[in-house]
């Protein structure tokens, strides 16, 4: 369904990604792993269109992203939750739900996407008049997720969801996240917490200093003395 081959993203004269190839077929869930400034965020803002390609493709099915004009992304069934959340805080909860469906085919389902975002996160459902910005960080994170759900995406990008997050609250995010792909959306995963991330995921990739330094099934990357390498400094054998 999703293939980037030989990706290269640039911050002005510097290269953050290059040579990066992953996969995503559909329905698949697999995580991005790597430390802080590995390139996890740029690839996925790459993937969703905020961020442009200097080289390499970006293809959704038969459409090549990367000749794209950036809003077409949400129109080929990407979504994104960013890193932070990035609400509307002075808007509604409700409001910022509807925000994620302001696409043609979207706006027409709104109704029961709201009710399938209310039902995934019932804690949603009794704040959907309240301000986003009054909200509790889980509670602000439900509402992200509830948001790139009302677009109905095929595939929907997540950036660190468990960040700052207390633990019974992320094992409610993943949770939540689990029963989206059960459904068949793709999800693609970027997250620091490699247990959970591996523990979900059945495709994993290894990020290190802008390349892709490992890939496969979660075990293999698990195993993979790189892990080591890139999260503890241990030099393979070490």
Known sequence: MLEVRDLRVDYGAAPALWGVSLDLRVAEFACVLGPNGAGKTTLINAIAGLHRARSGRITMGELDLTSMAPHRY???GIAIVPEGRRLFTRMSV????EVGSYRRAAR???RRSMDYVCTLFPAVRDKLDA??????GGQQQMVAI?????ARPRLLLLDEPSLGLSPAMVDVMFRAIR?????GTAVLLVEQNVTMALELAGRAYLLDEGRIVA???PQSVFDNPDLRRVYLGVAPGG
């Open 74 to 76: 949400c129109t080929a």
């Open 108 to 110: 027409a389902d709104r």
């Open 179 to 183: 029963e989206v792909n059960a459904t």
């Open 146 to 150: 509830g948001r790139a759900l009302m």
């Open 94 to 97: 409700r409001e910022n739900l």
């Open 131 to 136: 301000q986003a910005g009054a909200l509790s």
């Open 215 to 217: 890939a496969g099934s």
